[in-house]
Nanobody
């Protein structure tokens, strides 16, 4: 049984920073592609960042490139998202996603269908 558990998030003023954490358990060899999606009210869920199972490759949504950093602890199968210079447009529910195996389906685009396990979501609110 795969479990994906997130922590972190909260409220911050524009220009501030927040960090998210996520642990995925139950995968064979504890290897999985992991990423973060977000969904704002009335909008579709969009991929924000992902990282390869060995941490060698990453992907970022254009609007967060240079402000967000994804990293991982492969021994724990944990992934982290450090969010700096936050903007009100970053306000959303953030979801951790995982896909078992030695590689990510793509490193150029994030699709919901490429991930097989999801966390419950954690709210990030950025006020102006």
């Amino acid at each position: 049984q795969v479990q994906v558990v997130e922590s972190g998030g909260g409220s911050v003023q524009a220009g501030g920073s927040l960090g998210l954490s996520c642990v995925a358990s139950g995968y064979t060899n504890s290897r999985s592609c992991m990423g973060w999606f977000r969904q704002a009210p009335g909008k579709e869920r969009e991929g924000v960042a992902l990282i390869a199972p060995d941490g060698s490759r990453t992907y970022y949504l254009d609007s967060v490139e240079g402000r967000f950093t994804i990293s991982r602890d492969s021994a724990k199968n944990a992934v982290y998202l450090q969010m700096n210079s936050l903007e009100p447009e970053d306000t959303a529910m953030y979801f951790c996603a995982a896909r078992g195996g030695p590689y990510c389906a793509s490193y150029r685009v994030m699709r919901r269908a490429d991930f097989d396990s999801w966390g419950q979501g954690t709210q990030v609110t950025v006020s102006s």
